[in-house]
């Protein structure tokens, strides 16, 4: 009879070698060809349990919207791989011994990532050229003369071969880079409208197809043909299958994590939790668990260095475009409540900021209220809130970056010296250089530069604080105080200060035990500055 203890110390043997293969495998955030990844010896977080839920069923037309980086390309070159029967590459994978046929087929891969246009012309000569690459692995001469003919003269000249698939990568990339080009967006989107079109137009000769994007546009702008798509985009059962969820993680890098953290002198479950932090949240449907973006917790145990680095490899200008153009209120992005249409009725003419926001990463699902169908957003870890932020700073407090150091290392100060006058006096220093077509004639833009200067130096700050009375504008919280901001634009200080103490704004910090500090801030219309006579009240 086999002793109990002798089972456990050969799973504890077969976890250890387990570890030590993982550790021997290559990182990478740039090779996205799943061949390659198998061949070369990288690491690659196995997946395959989800691809073979889609690629198991006979017949499947799938969409998924995904932030940039988070493993899109990756994925639709698995299915690549797996539609061309290559077999041994998934050994050790989970789909390595599921039933499937394993059979060849032939594959139309589309990579939209590829076009860079900003004319519909650009965009249909470009569109053309990737339909005739694609028809040159086959073999096949194509004769008609537009993207939406060639298109669909190559799926009926490969479907007399057998049925075929189809996989189309980043399908938007052309409709962003051209959200601001008033003058040709419109007919961008219709040319890419009648190419989508072609896969239901031949719909009896596909066997399986896949599109990827980041925005997820309505039925009836861009896949207003294409009916019968199945999105996966905010399926709780797809929710993980790209990122890397906190047991992904513990498996595939916490070896790693923990030589770091021993290199380092670092706690390894403080370590752990800081990167959870950092680099965890991400969440695209309502039960589905979180998971971490793949470039940074990948390059973080590359590089050893706490960075951001899922920001660095680059932000979509026509997001920073929108915002400006909405003068939006950047105090909005936490705690933001949406309700489910937000995310359907998506239309590129009529631009949300908010929906864009979450389908590009930058906002997360927190929570969802099934009793009023609405979905509450934030951002979905630091990384990203401290990046974006820092980003947007540039329009919002437009000071030298050679001089941004200086003025934030004497606020920090100011506010750890309870100097009430001296961070006032700093906080003049960013309005005063803030050109004066940014300003704007509410008190939500003050409001606005005041947060994000206080949340960029990682201060605790808190805006449209709820009482039961109404809303406090701004509550700064330090190891001792407690700050609490009113502010007025076309009204006094000693207004502001008197609006704190009638609606008793302080009352909900009574019992913090901290001294409370209340502050009323008048903004002079003609100098659009904090006016000199700021009124501060201890409590």
């Known amino acids: 009879m086999i002793k109990e203890s002798a089972l456990y110390d050969k799973k504890a043997l077969t976890l250890k070698i387990i570890k030590s293969k993982l550790m021997e495998k290559l990182l990478t955030t740039s090779v996205s060809t799943f061949k390659d990844i198998i061949e070369y010896n990288y690491l ?32 639709l070159s698995t299915f690549r791989s797996i539609f061309s029967g290559e077999k041994e590459l998934f ?23 590829k076009i860079r246009v900003s004319t519909e012309k650009e965009l249909e000569k470009k569109l053309c050229y990737l339909i005739e690459d694609a028809a040159e692995l086959y073999d096949i001469n194509l004769k008609r003369d537009d993207s939406s003919s060639l298109f669909d003269e190559l799926i009926i000249k490969l479907s007399k071969k057998s049925k075929i698939v189809i996989l189309i990568d980043e399908y938007d990339k052309p409709l962003l880079d051209n959200v601001n080009n008033n003058t040709e967006r419109k007919a961008i989107k219709e040319t890419l409208k009648g190419l989508y079109s072609v896969i239901k137009a031949n719909e009896e000769f596909l066997r399986f197809v896949f599109l990827t994007g980041v925005s997820k546009f309505s039925k009836v702008s861009v896949f207003s043909e294409l009916n019968n798509l199945d999105d996966l985009s ?31 002198g670092k706690n390894h479950e403080n370590l752990r939790q800081t990167l959870k932090e950092l680099y965890n ?64 009725t998506y239309e590129v003419e009529n631009l949300r900021v908010e929906p864009l926001l979450f389908q590009t990463g930058y906002l997360t699902i927190k929570g969802y209220s099934e009793k009023y169908d609405e979905y509450l957003l934030s951002y979905p870890n630091m990384e990203v809130k401290s990046a974006f932020l820092n980003y947007l700073s540039d329009y919002y407090t437009p000071l030298r970056k050679e001089e941004t150091p200086q003025y934030n290392n004497e606020l920090i100060r100011a506010i750890l010296k ?14 005063a250089n803030i050109e004066y077509d940014l300003h704007i004639d509410n008190e939500k833009y003050y409001q606005t530069i005041f947060y994000l ?87």
Not at 91 to 113: A, E, Q, R, T, V
């Open 44 to 75: 690659y977080v196995d997946k395959t349990e989800y691809i073979y839920n889609l690629v198991s069923n006979p017949k499947g037309i799938y969409f998924l919207s995904r932030p940039r980086r988070f493993g899109k390309s990756l994925t």
């Open 281 to 344: 949240g991400y969440r695209f449907s309502k039960k589905s668990e979180t998971v971490y973006n793949p470039v940074s917790i990948t390059k973080f145990v590359q590089n050893e260095e706490l960075e951001h680095y899922w920001f660095e490899t680059g932000t979509p200008s026509f997001l920073l475009e929108l915002m400006k153009e909405n003068k939006y209120n950047l105090m909005n992005l936490e705690g933001l409540k949406l309700n489910s249409a937000a995310f359907s």
């Open 234 to 264: 905010m399926n709780n059962k797809f929710g993980t299958a790209l990122g890397f969820t906190q047991d992904e993680v513990d498996k595939y890098f916490g070896e790693s994590i923990k030589e770091i953290a021993l290199k380092q």
């Open 91 to 113: 050994k050790g994978l989970y789909i390595y011994d599921k039933p499937f046929d394993w059979k060849k087929y032939p594959i139309i891969h589309l990579s939209l990532n």
């Open 453 to 539: 200067v206080f949340t960029l130096l990682g201060v605790k700050i808190q805006a449209e604080v709820k009482t039961n009375t109404d809303r406090i504008d701004a509550v700064i919280e330090t190891d001792t105080h407690t700050y609490i901001f009113e502010f007025k634009l076309f009204d006094t200080s000693q207004n502001a200060l008197k609006q704190i103490k009638d609606k008793k704004y302080f009352e909900k910090y009574l019992l913090n035990k901290k001294q409370i500090v209340l502050i009323g801030v008048g903004f002079d219309k003609e100098t659009r500055n904090i006016k000199d006579d700021y009124i501060v009240e201890k409590t």
């Open 418 to 431: 309870n100097d009430t006058a001296k961070f006032i006096e700093i906080l003049k220093i960013f309005f």
